[in-house]
């Protein structure tokens, strides 16, 4: 009798645990039918949802194309394929395990209880790598930290390398009604376009979403903030060294009329070398049609071609096909033609050393560029003439291409009178200082903003002020989601930029957050002024 019972109140259990699974499951409806993820820790995540349906035969170099409806539940429980890349020291003709031409999927996280109308605030993540790598997927970057907090966290892939932007002729006269060149631009749209028909549904509020990336997503940030085909998409951004001036922003022309003295080579003319390169002749129709038959391996590289002419190798990233990038960010910026919304952007103090900007080898050499402000340069890079040149042109590096943009760009935010806040993040883990000698480089605040430490590359090891800056840059980026404004509760005061004051919020290298003037402002000066004086002498063709 009482194993009955037992075998009763068991059965009863394994009933009732079946009810409850099937009233919390991760699944939602959207437009295109049934979504089913998974629910861990209070959080439902779905991965690999398509966005746009496959860019590969005739659509490759075309704008996303429709996803259509799918019939029962799609399984969502798996990352899709990132976007076809070669992978570091990958062999010639080979592209990175993982990845593949289908890639244009994004990933969700929520909370659990997170109804269908529940407003929450929304934010859309865009990975890095150079236009050439990286993806919307993996530990480090997992939305869950977000979702816990009350975010709806997007993560998306965009086609890359010769995939994400390219221009032929051929490419250029056919579909002439359709845009052109920077197709992972175009992703990226056709992502926040289905985050606008579609996050209602997983308690998100289309009205309420933040884009936010790194490096090349910090790129897009800006571009995004300038195409006019993306506005009234997202409301709030956060540009995390992404720089703001020209440069790989938008710049190169699709034809040689339109070339700068920034891209003196038009992506036609990359595009004409790419296809000679492999045996195809002509520009024609005929010449698109072997370039849309060739492997996907023989495609992806890393991104460059040389100029045709034994000149150097080319950066082939974002273009200026006048239609849906009209300008570069600089030039909208100066114009006051961005998007007006409100602003968190900045960058590491230590992002990348060597050659990166120039090919100074001595401090004297560094600084002589600088021409009449030469000797302010030294004031302000090292003042007492003992530094490291390898320290010196870190910092430069750091400043010409993050530093001093992403203050610029903060100045033509507040002219519009939109709230900005700017971040130095120099914080390095005492386990990592003997290698990170000069200070926070490319990508290290990733983790931090995401609090996803565990995931970090190259640091195994979690310290007490470790989570104290995880905290803090998770929170920032969750209270800016929800409201536009950084600040909280308990945390250090992050005050809005304006020029007279300077101020930004200092996370020191000790792992202390300050709100406090610039402690770059000499360098960043003296590195407006040489971009002045560059411009100036470019208008005058010299």
């Known amino acids: 009798m009482r194993k009955g019972i037992l075998g009763l109140v068991l059965l009863l259990g394994v009933t009732i645990s079946a009810q409850e699974s099937t009233?919390?499951?991760?699944?939602?409806?959207?437009?295109?039918?049934?979504?089913?993820?998974?629910?861990?820790?209070?959080?439902?995540?779905f991965k690999g949802i398509p966005f746009a349906a496959p860019p590969v035969g005739e659509f490759r170099w075309r704008p996303p194309q429709p996803v259509k409806a799918w019939e029962g539940e799609l399984d969502a429980t798996e990352y899709g394929a990132n976007c076809a890349q070669s992978g570091w020291g990958g062999e010639p003709g080979t592209i990175s395990e993982g990845s593949s031409e289908d890639c244009l999927y994004l990933n969700v996280w929520k909370p659990a209880n997170a109804k269908t109308g529940a407003n929450l605030p929304v934010m859309v993540w865009i990975h890095g790598g150079g236009f050439v790598g990286g993806s919307g997927s993996g530990a480090g970057i997992a939305g869950d930290e977000f979702a816990k907090k009350g975010v709806v966290l997007i993560t998306i892939n965009y086609r890359l390398g010769r995939l994400g932007h390219f221009a032929f002729p051929a490419l250029s006269a056919e579909h002439p009604e359709e845009h052109k060149g920077s197709y992972a631009y175009m992703d990226q749209?056709?992502?926040?376009?289905?985050?606008?028909?579609?996050?209602?549904?997983?308690?998100?509020?289309?009205?309420?979403?933040?884009?936010?990336?790194?490096?090349?997503?910090?790129?897009?940030v800006h571009s995004l903030l300038t195409i006019s085909d993306a506005k009234g998409l997202f409301h709030k951004a956060i540009s995390q060294s992404g720089g703001g001036r020209d440069g790989v922003l938008t710049g190169r022309p699709i034809r040689e009329e339109n070339a700068s003295v920034f891209y003196p080579v038009s992506a036609e003319t990359i595009g004409i070398n790419f296809a000679k390169k492999h045996g195809i002749d002509g520009t024609d129709a005929d010449a698109l049609a072997k370039l849309r038959a060739l492997p996907v391996e023989e495609i992806v590289d890393s991104g460059q071609e040389n100029d045709g002419e034994g000149g150097p190798r080319i950066y082939s990233g974002p273009i200026l096909d006048g239609k849906l990038v009209r300008e570069t960010a600089e030039s909208a910026y100066n114009a006051g033609r961005q998007m007006q919304i409100p602003l968190i952007i900045g960058s590491n103090s230590a992002e990348i050393g060597g050659s990166f900007v120039n090919n100074s080898k001595t401090k004297e050499e560094l600084f002589s560029l600088f021409g009449d402000f030469k000797e302010e340069a030294k004031a302000a890079y090292d003042p007492d003439g003992i530094k490291e040149f390898e320290e010196v042109i870190t910092k430069f590096n750091t400043d010409w291409v993050w530093g001093e943009p992403a203050r610029f760009t903060a100045k033509s935010f507040v002219k519009q009178g939109e709230p900005v806040f700017i971040y130095h993040f120099g914080f390095v883990p005492e386990p990592m200082r003997e290698r990170m000698k000069y200070g926070a480089g490319h990508g290290s605040e990733v983790g931090y903003v995401f609090n996803n430490l565990?995931?970090?590359?190259?640091?195994?090891?979690?310290?007490?002020?470790?989570?104290?800056?995880?905290?803090?840059?998770?929170a920032y980026w969750v209270n800016f989601a929800k409201n536009g404004n950084p600040n909280g509760d308990r945390l250090p005061n992050w005050p809005v930029y304006n020029e007279k004051d300077g101020e930004?919020?200092?996370?020191?290298?000790?792992?202390?957050?300050?709100?406090?003037?610039?402690?770059?402002?000499?360098?960043?000066d003296v590195i407006e002024k040489a971009f002045k004086l560059r411009r100036q002498l470019q208008s005058r063709g010299i």
């Not at 926040?192 to 289309?206: H, Y």
Request: aromatic fraction near 6%; avoid cysteine.
């Open 189 to 220: 749209i056709a992502a926040l376009q289905w985050v606008q028909k579609n996050i209602a549904a997983f308690g998100g509020n289309p009205d309420n979403v933040t884009i936010f990336g790194f490096s090349a997503g910090g790129v897009s």
């Open 454 to 474: 565990d995931a970090r590359w190259g640091n195994s090891e979690t310290t007490p002020e470790d989570k104290k800056v995880t905290e803090i840059m998770n």
């Open 504 to 524: 930004i919020m200092d996370i020191q290298l000790d792992g202390n957050a300050v709100g406090k003037e610039d402690p770059r402002k000499a360098r960043l």
């Open 23 to 45: 009233e919390n499951a991760a699944k939602v409806q959207t437009e295109l039918g049934v979504i089913r993820g998974v629910q861990e820790d209070g959080v439902h995540s």
